[in-house]
């Protein structure tokens, strides 16, 4: 029926797709206007509402249409409007104030939809799916943390992998971590991938996207009678700035400190 219709009336922000049969190529009519179909002409699409974005929302646009600079999208010699072919676009409130259409081709890959808060001591794991120049240049498979507090901003070629909390370190206590791969560490340290070591800062602690937080570790509680024995597994350099060869053997007492929480090679 909706072909068989020769008048439409289109009004404010509702659009048609017009195919026209001699020359194959399907263009847009928007309102408002009164539309009238010709012999040759027939509606593929619509009438359908404009797509309209709230504050602080997005959507994503499958074969967005190609753009000059000036913003108008660009036709071929035949009238036909141009589209990025198997591309994604972001599109967000404060770019598109207005209402917009679709244009032949474009669809809605994710519709209309609130941007993420990614709350304080929080962070979203993110990785890149393909080469990205914006905001920051990421190759392919290279992972980052998005930290709170903030709106994350989807973009296209990244991929959120998961919500990450801050691990709360209390006194006593100490984080284990491991590195994933070879990476510097917040204290500027160069850590080896599978390494092991105590990050020993009251606080919360949001690991970095190159470690993983392997456990809590507390401290010996040392007094007058009860000291710890301890054995080295590697040669490193412990709490107290002593220097320890493989295999040694030492005891920590009071005297050393009131309390005592061991290293990962103790």
């Known amino acids: 029926a909706m072909a068989d219709t020769s008048v439409f009336r289109l009004a404010p922000y509702s659009y048609i797709h017009v195919l026209d049969n001699n020359t194959n190529v399907t263009t847009m009519a928007i309102g408002p206007q009164t539309f009238t179909r010709q012999d040759h002409q027939k509606v593929v699409k619509g009438p359908e509402q404009c797509i309209t974005i709230p504050p602080r929302s997005y959507c994503i646009i499958a074969n967005p249409v190609q753009r000059d600079s000036k913003g108008v999208p660009v036709n071929d010699e035949y009238g036909q409007v141009l589209l990025k072919a198997g591309d994604l676009e972001v599109r967000l409130a404060e770019n598109w104030t207005d209402p917009f259409p679709l244009y032949p081709g474009e669809s809605l890959q994710t519709k209309v939809t609130p941007l993420e808060m990614v709350p304080v001591n929080s962070g979203l794991r993110l990785r890149a799916t393909r080469d990205i120049s914006e905001p920051v240049k990421r190759v392919a498979g290279e992972e980052w943390i998005f930290e709170g507090p903030g709106t994350y901003v989807p973009a296209v070629g990244v991929q959120k992998a998961e919500l990450v909390r801050a691990t ?5 206590v100490a984080l284990k971590l491991k590195a994933r791969k070879k ?3 917040r204290s500027g340290v160069t850590r080896n991938a599978g390494e092991e070591w105590l990050w020993r800062q ?7 996207v190159d470690e993983e937080v392997v456990e809590k570790v507390e401290a010996y509680v040392l ?4 000291a710890l024995h301890l054995r080295a597994s590697s040669t490193f350099t412990d709490a107290f700035g002593k220097k320890r060869q493989a295999g040694e053997e030492w005891l920590v007492t009071i005297k050393d400190a009131e309390t005592h929480i061991p290293d990962v090679f103790e």
């Open 183 to 185: 990476f510097v560490d």
């Open 223 to 226: 007094t007058e009678k009860r």
């Open 168 to 172: 709360v370190i209390k006194p006593n």
């Open 202 to 208: 009251e606080g919360s602690y949001l690991a970095d």
